[in-house]
C-alpha cells in the first residue's frame, strides 16, 4: 500500500476519486454528514466486513474515517491484526469540515443522531448527577456510581478507548439495519 499510515484532511482531499473510503461512525452520525464517496462500516461491524475490505485493497487505497480519529484508528488496528492496510484521516469528519471540505448528506436523511462524544457526554453527566442526587437523598453508597463515572472517563482518556461509547453504539438509533450493511458491503465489492 502506497498510503501512509495517516492522511491530513489535504492529503485525502487530492487522493479523493482513488480512494475507497469506509466511515466507522454509527448510522445517526454518518447520516449527519460525511466524506463525498464514504461507505458506512460502523466500527463494531468492521470484522464482518473484513473479506470485501481486503477486496477494496487489491483494487487501491483504503482510507478509514471517523469523528475525530480515535474510532478509525481503532479500525486500522483491527485490520492490521487482520493483515489488511488501511489509513486514517487525521481529525476525522471534525477536521475535513473545519478544512473547508463539504460533507455529502444523505437525502431524506431527516435528523441525524447526536455524535458519539455528545452522548456520551451526555450519559455520563446524567449518571453523575443521578448518582449525586442519590446519594443525598437516599444514601450516601450512590456517590459511588459518580466515582465510577469519573473513573471510567479517566480511564477512557488515558487509553484512548471507551466502553461507554461501545455500549451506546449498541443502541437501536446507533446500529445499521441488516439490509443497510449488507447494501453498503455489495457497493463496497462493486468498486
Excluded at 479500525?75 to 455529502?104: M, Y
Aim: glycine share 12%.
Amino acid at each position: 500500500m502506497t498510503t501512509p499510515a495517516t492522511l491530513t484532511t489535504d492529503e485525502a482531499r487530492t487522493r479523493l476519486h482513488e480512494l475507497t473510503i469506509i466511515d466507522v461512525r454509527t448510522p445517526g452520525e454518518y447520516a449527519g454528514g460525511h466524506l463525498p464517496g464514504a461507505l458506512n462500516i460502523p466500527l463494531d461491524r468492521i470484522r464482518r466486513a473484513l473479506p470485501d475490505i481486503r477486496q477494496a485493497t487489491d483494487r487501491g487505497d483504503v482510507l478509514v474515517v471517523c469523528a475525530s480519529g480515535a474510532r478509525s484508528a481503532n479500525a486500522c488496528k483491527i485490520l492490521a491484526e487482520n493483515g489488511v492496510s488501511a489509513a486514517t484521516l487525521s481529525g476525522g469528519t471534525g477536521a475535513w469540515a473545519a478544512g473547508g471540505h463539504g460533507l455529502h448528506r444523505p437525502q431524506g436523511a431527516s435528523r441525524a443522531t447526536w455524535g458519539m462524544e455528545r452522548q456520551v457526554r451526555l450519559t455520563a453527566g446524567v449518571i453523575v448527577l443521578l448518582g449525586l442526587l442519590l446519594g443525598l437523598v437516599v444514601h450516601p453508597a450512590f456517590q459511588l456510581v459518580s466515582a465510577g463515572i469519573a473513573d471510567g472517563l479517566v480511564f477512557s482518556a488515558l487509553t484512548g478507548t471507551c466502553g461507554m461509547a461501545a455500549m451506546l453504539a449498541r443502541l437501536p438509533h446507533n446500529r445499521p439495519r441488516a439490509a443497510d450493511l449488507d447494501d453498503t458491503l455489495a457497493a463496497l465489492r462493486s468498486r
